[in-house]
């Protein structure tokens, strides 16, 4: 039997809401223990800070370029993962001795893999140097540098989860992703377009909110039918997978003509279709769609999903928790990475064959 690791994952996603935390104890394959998990939000200064950064980035040409003040940034965030660490570990009564890898995911700010290029902030040396712990970080970046999509990178973990066969995992984030694990095995897996970002965006942009809760405004709200055509007439949705997005690559899209509740229905309408398109990529349909992340907490987004979908269910229907998944991925794929197994795979990234990634470094 292969060596169990003791490991924890670090995920901070595009929706720049705070740090996931999550520990599992695995072999980097089938062997999976799901243990402890958190999530420590940012303050509005912090989010404020991060949203900055994205449009400090759109300039970044070689992934380890810092312009304007993002070396301070990734200072930053890579303080506030050592914290999150060991306030993870003092909640659990942990030690760091009691962790044998970390897998760190940074802060993506940048993703452009038609230019081979993804840009994570995270300084896994420094993480690692503070916590005492070995680091795997940048995990995305071999897949690119090969021509793959760089993501997504969860749907292995995905795979040694799925309890039935054939089945549509789909995380929605800032970004919408789907990963659809057929009856043989196969991995299939890409972008599937929005998730929660423009909806939050539309909320910060129009509200003094950041979000909008459980889809409250969404649901009073009604839905522009040209507004969503428009949207979905992306060429991005006629794009065969692999496939990836950018937080950013539907931003310039136009719902200033409609007022707040309908401005929200229409973007949670387009998150909703957009994850309804995927299944035309699917060589056979799914039994069971298992929705994972910060949108499944949208009871409208949900109800959407439903009305469109067959058989949609919330990730804790299944015994998992739909806040930690991606987390818990991070430190899944960590131990892949330092036992040299593929972390992505042609169905996954399209990168033309499986890879292992990451970096690992250890304290100093």
């Not at 695995?26 to 200064?45: H, L």
């Not at 003040?69 to 009564?93: G, I, P």
């Not at 044998?100 to 300084?123: M, N, S, W, Y």
């Not at 929005?194 to 009604?222: H, Q």
């Amino acid at each position: 039997m292969s060596k169990i690791f003791t490991s924890i994952g670090l995920m901070s996603g595009t929706s720049l809401d705070g740090i996931d935390v999550a520990l599992i104890k695995t072999d980097g394959e089938n062997f999976v223990e799901r243990g402890p998990s958190a999530t420590y939000p940012y303050d509005q200064e912090q989010q404020a800070i991060l949203r900055q950064a994205l449009v400090d980035s759109t300039g970044i040409t070689e992934r380890k370029q810092r312009p304007s003040n993002l070396d301070e940034v990734e200072a930053l965030s890579t303080k506030l993962h050592v914290e999150a660490v060991q306030r993870f570990l003092d909640e659990n009564e942990l030690t760091y001795s009691n962790i044998e890898v970390i897998g760190f995911h940074g802060q993506t700010v940048l993703h452009r893999p038609d230019k081979r290029l993804t840009v994570q902030l995270g300084d896994g040396q420094s993480l690692s140097n503070a916590t005492k712990i070995p680091v795997v970080y940048d995990m995305r970046s071999d897949d690119v540098a090969a021509g793959g999509q760089g993501a997504p990178l969860v749907p292995v973990y995905h795979r040694a989860l799925a309890s039935v066969t054939p089945v549509a995992f789909v995380n929605i984030g800032g970004v919408g992703n789907v990963t659809h694990v057929s009856a043989d095995g196969y991995l299939s897996a890409f972008d599937t377009g929005p998730g929660n970002a423009l909806i939050n965006d539309w909320m910060k942009k129009n509200t003094s909110s950041n979000f909008d809760d459980s889809g409250k405004i969404a649901g009073r709200g009604n839905i522009s039918v040209p507004h969503l055509k428009a949207a979905l007439a992306s060429d991005y949705f006629t794009k065969r997978p692999p496939k990836s997005l950018d937080r950013n690559s539907f931003i310039d899209l136009d719902f200033n003509g409609l007022n707040l509740e309908d401005g929200a229905a229409t973007l949670t309408a387009f998150t909703a279709h957009s994850i309804a398109r995927s299944a035309n990529w699917f060589h056979e349909p799914p039994n069971l769609w298992i929705i994972c992340g910060g949108g499944r907490h949208n009871l409208t987004l949900m109800q959407m999903l439903r009305e469109i979908l067959p058989n949609v269910q919330s990730a804790e229907k299944h015994g998992l928790n739909g806040d930690s998944l991606e987390a818990e991925a991070w430190a899944y794929l960590a131990v892949r990475s330092l036992r040299g197994l593929p972390i992505t795979f042609p169905g996954t990234t399209g990168v033309k064959h499986e890879m292992t990634g990451g970096v690992l470094v250890k304290p100093v």
